[in-house]
């Protein structure tokens, strides 16, 4: 293989892995909060990736200009799930939890599927399109200009969270809720606003999938999986290990695409997340 | 009559009713409707078994599925093997794999098991799909024997012979998970689904009990696997695999009651025919009504009765009594 495949596969896989953070990012941010996982994360994103879709072939509008209104949707949606499922199993078992979430999961599948049937759909000509040629590498505009969005996106998120005042009382009830209640904060309406911005973080990612990927029921999964390991790899709470985890994911998927075969790559970033836990139970940079 | 009495006639009257249903019921559907149900709540069963009674939640037992029905059809296609012997061959190996795999995933704990099981699975999964000489991504047949015999493990005629294994296995699921309760075993595997570190404090050596509760799990699992491919005739990784099997096996013990005996087969015995009926009603239209009302079915349950239908039948025993 030529260093310039090589080096074309890593480009490709450190942009994909800013994306694969910030859909991670939700799922940690939420977990963090309250020790739950989300396992309707992907669906989160599917339903992002159509509320893209829709935007643009019934309204017209470009994955990038209805990128605020996805992300708005889609923290409402958080909000919604909290108050509807959530709320009702902060205290139940492990097991009930994970179900909740995995019925929910399995629900708004069946219901995309319902609606919008099971074709793949394209967003076609979007506003950004092409590829950009910087010595003798291609970079594709669209993932391009997801990853730098990501990577926005991340960043917007880490300075609410650790520079605004509700964001330091998001913090203070994922370190210990009884303190943070006794402090003043209501940790009810923080667990609210963990879903919608957790919903918020995947609804970006969504609509910046959209500009290049396919668009159908089933498509949360397979990144739903790759935001569970890259979740646990950074650590389980911890949302800025999210960002190097995933690049991590990213790059790893790539080279084990190129180096091994294309079917294998996810398998590849499987069982590297299981060596690294193996390793370090709590993750890179988690506390346990 | 004392109530312990009592519920043994029920059972012993339950048991015959099962027994003679086909004798009286002949139509194929209502046959396969509860075959399917015995299967299921025996694949439940043997999860409860690891994920019930010692809290460690699999979320990837189709592996020890996919595994059994792999190894009894793989045997039986290139050696020749009658499918009995493979499937007992399958179960040994599940069992050998449940090891290998435990060894490392029972380091971790809470979500990050559950994780780790699906990432199992899902590697899994993908090498059998790239593995060729196992059918790959096309899948298996079942070399096809006539005519019908208990030694090919193979019926054509009709479903009575299925019918009357799948109880079979579904019985000694029941009989091992009834075993296990009462004996040093299932107190331990409870301490630790109870609490890991005060288990360990009392001097329960913690992973090799959870290693032996995935052994019995794997082992049993497999059996299902086996019975799955002699009764369907063809398996591929999709159908025997995939983690959406996972995640059902857990639904149907979640739904009825996780740690209790008869859980598994309360929650077979409403999801399955519910699945059947909605896939009728709905199916083929392609709107996946029936997984509708699944999800909408499980949030329901997570919410009002995370203990499942069992804890909610106890309650109301509790109130009456």
């Known amino acids: ?288 | 009559m004392t109530p312990r009495g009592l519920r043994w006639a029920g059972a012993a009257a339950a048991l015959a009713v099962l027994v003679i249903f086909p004798q009286v019921v002949t139509k194929p559907f209502p046959r396969h409707v509860m075959i399917t149900i015995f299967l299921y709540a025996m694949l439940a069963q043997a999860w409860n078994l690891l994920a019930g009674y010692c809290g460690q939640i699999s979320l990837g037992h189709a592996v020890f599925f996919g595994t059994g029905a792999y190894t009894s059809t793989l045997l039986a296609k290139h050696a020749g093997l009658s499918p009995w012997g493979g499937m007992l061959a399958g179960a040994v190996l599940a069992v050998l794999l449940s090891q290998c795999i435990g060894y490392p995933v029972f380091r971790l704990r809470g979500h990050y098991f559950a994780i780790a099981t699906i990432a199992v699975g899902e590697i899994i999964g993908t090498l059998m799909i790239n593995w060729d000489w196992a059918g790959g991504a096309r899948g298996l047949f079942v070399p096809i024997k006539r005519p019908d015999s208990w030694i090919n493990f193979q019926f054509h005629e009709s479903k009575q012979n299925y019918y009357y294994i799948s109880l079979a296995l579904l019985l000694l699921a029941l009989w091992v998970t009834r075993r296990v309760e009462r004996s040093r075993l299932g107190y331990y595997l409870r301490a630790i689904r109870e609490d890991q570190d005060a288990a360990a404090s009392l001097g329960i050596p913690v992973a090799a009990y959870k290693q032996r509760a995935m052994a019995l799990s794997a082992g049993l699992t497999a059996l299902g696997g086996s019975f799955y491919a002699q009764y369907i005739f063809f398996i591929d990784p999709d159908s025997v695999f995939p983690t959406a099997l996972s995640i059902l096996i857990c639904l149907v013990a979640v739904l009825g009651g996780v740690g209790t005996l008869w859980g598994p087969l309360v929650g077979a015995a409403i999801l399955i025919p519910l699945g059947e009926w909605t896939r009728i009603s709905f199916g083929g239209t392609g709107k996946a009504v029936d997984l509708l009302v699944y999800g909408a079915l499980i949030m329901l349950v997570s919410v009002i009765q995370p203990g499942g239908i069992m804890a909610l039948a106890q309650r109301g025993r509790r109130r009456t009594g």
């Open chain 1, 1 to 288: 293989m030529s260093v310039e495949t090589l080096l074309q596969g890593l480009v490709g896989g450190l942009l994909m892995g800013f994306v694969y953070a910030l859909i991670a990012a939700g799922l940690s941010l939420i977990f963090g909060l309250m020790e739950i996982v989300n396992f309707a994360h992907g669906e989160f994103l599917m339903l992002a990736m159509f509320a893209t879709f829709w935007s643009w072939a019934l309204l017209k509008l470009d994955p990038l200009t209805s990128l605020p209104l996805t992300v708005g949707l889609l923290f409402l949606f958080g909000l919604a799930v909290y108050h509807g499922l959530i709320r009702w199993i902060l205290g139940a078992p492990m097991l009930a939890q994970i179900f909740a979430t995995f019925g929910l999961a399995i629900f708004l599948r069946a219901a995309a599927q319902a609606l919008w049937g099971v074709e793949f759909r394209l967003v076609k000509n979007p506003l950004v399109d092409g590829r950009l040629a910087v010595g003798g590498l291609f970079i594709g505009l669209p993932q391009l200009a997801a990853s730098l969005g990501a990577l926005a996106a991340f960043g917007f998120l880490h300075w609410f969270i650790t520079r605004t005042e509700t964001g330091l009382a998001l913090q203070a009830t994922a370190q210990d809720r009884q303190a943070a209640s006794l402090m003043g904060i209501d940790t009810q309406r923080m667990f609210a606003l963990g879903w919608g911005i957790g919903a918020a973080c995947v609804g970006a990612a969504g609509a910046l999938l959209a500009m290049f990927f396919y668009i159908f029921p089933d498509v949360g999964a397979s990144f739903a999986l790759l935001a569970y390991v890259t979740v646990a790899l950074g650590g389980f709470g911890n949302v800025p290990a999210t960002l190097a985890a995933g690049v991590v994911v990213g790059v790893v998927e790539v080279l084990a695409g190129l180096l091994i075969a294309p079917a294998f790559k996810y398998a590849v970033v499987f069982a590297l997340y299981l060596v690294v836990v193996l390793w370090r139970p709590q993750g890179l940079f988690g506390r346990y």
